[in-house]
């Protein structure tokens, strides 16, 4: 098993940043791919950005590229999101995952491709 804890979120004015933090343990050599998704209020939970750290090649969805930055630090078991340029379409609670299956690595990342899930940190971007 894999426990993924999430924080860095929070209330921020428009065209502000974040950088969101997600800290894995227990069996963290099961995964082979990490990712963050999003779920606005009222819609479908949707994949923001996915790593792939074996190479750090990164994905990202069209509406946040730019201006979002994945990364990881291995030492510490730690992903990270940065978000910069935070618009009122950002806000949503955002999820970090961990997929098992070297296949979620590739292409654009799907929920169900994720074993692994941490509880959400809420991203609210109003002025």
């Keep these: 098993q894999v426990q993924l804890v999430e924080s860095g979120g929070g209330s921020v004015q428009p065209g502000g940043s974040l950088r969101l ?14 990712a963050w998704f999003r779920q606005a209020p009222g819609k479908e939970r949707e994949a923001v950005a996915r790593i792939r750290p074996s190479d750090d090649v990164a ?10 930055t994945i990364s990881q630090d291995k030492s510490k078991n730690t992903l990270y999101l940065r978000m910069d340029s ?13 997929a098992r299956s070297v296949s979620a690595c ?7 491709e994720f074993d692994y899930w941490g509880q959400g940190t809420p991203v609210t971007v109003s002025s």
């Design 21 to 34: 933090s997600c800290v894995a343990s227990g069996n963290t050599d099961d995964t082979v791919c990490m």
């Design 59 to 68: 994905y990202y969805a069209g509406s946040v590229q730019v201006r979002f």
């Design 86 to 98: 935070l618009g009122p379409e950002d806000t949503g609670v955002y999820y970090c995952a961990a």
């Design 106 to 112: 590739f292409g654009a990342p799907f929920q169900n």
